[in-house]
């Protein structure tokens, strides 16, 4: 089972809709949670941080379910400029070392006109 | 503020040869690391420092040498490059969330 899984998509969703991904995680000592978001040919870029009280950021809201080690990002009222790959990220740190982050493989969302 | 440059940009490679990539970052930050992403593998960490003198394997070590000779500077080598080591190389550096470079797309034939 991988670390961090998500649903690789593509979702294909029209100008205006909200859009729900989710993604999950094996490691219970996992600390930290975080969506980041990587367009074509680009660098993954932080999107949000996630806390345990669930937390938004203008359209974007990211929920942390950690007795079901379950993350998600809903996007409201999605915008072409939304089009990306969406990376479920989670640190686990071990002892003594850095703070390593496992990435998911990432789900790729499509805004259409 | 620049955040996490790295040079250079594309290169390619004949099997065996050498090379080193460099990741600079001026955000004054301990941690720095290296990973290669490869369609439907997702990000693969393969080295990373938490500090200027230090460094430590990640998932997938074996092929590259790194250092960390100054603390905003994080070297990755590859002694003798293979097909396999075809992929994109992303340097990353942060305390707790990490910041990206631009990536260096390397292709080894």
């Known amino acids: 089972r991988k670390e961090v899984e998500q649903d690789p998509g593509p979702f294909n969703v029209p100008e205006g809709a909200t859009v729900a991904f989710n993604c999950t995680y094996s490691?219970?000592?996992?600390?930290?949670f975080f969506w980041y978001r990587q367009d074509c040919r680009k660098e993954p870029k932080l999107l949000m941080s996630v806390y345990s009280s669930g937390n938004e950021d203008g359209r974007f809201t990211a929920q942390l379910n950690r007795a079901s080690q379950y993350i998600s990002l809903l996007i409201r009222d999605s915008k072409l400029s939304d089009s990306a790959t969406y990376l479920c990220?989670?640190?686990?740190?071990?002892?003594?070392?850095?703070?390593?982050?496992?990435f998911g493989s990432g789900t790729q969302l499509t805004v259409l006109p | 503020n620049a955040g996490v440059t790295q040079t250079p940009k594309f290169r390619v490679l004949k099997t065996g040869q050498s090379m080193t990539l460099l990741c600079a970052q001026d955000m004054n930050h301990e941690y720095m690391y290296w990973y290669r992403q490869d369609p439907g593998m997702g990000l693969r960490l393969i080295h990373y420092s938490v500090g200027e003198g230090t460094t430590a394997k990640g998932e997938v070590p074996d092929g590259y040498n790194v250092s960390r000779l100054k603390k905003q500077n994080f070297l990755l080598g590859l002694e003798s490059a293979a097909p396999s080591q075809t992929s994109v190389y992303f340097c990353?550096?942060?305390?707790?969330?990490?910041?990206f470079g631009p990536g260096t797309r390397l292709t080894v034939t």
């Open positions: 990220v989670v640190n686990t740190q071990s002892s003594g070392s850095a703070r390593q982050l496992t």
């Open positions: 490691n219970s000592a996992s600390q930290s």
């Open positions: 990353a550096s942060g305390n707790r969330e990490q910041y």
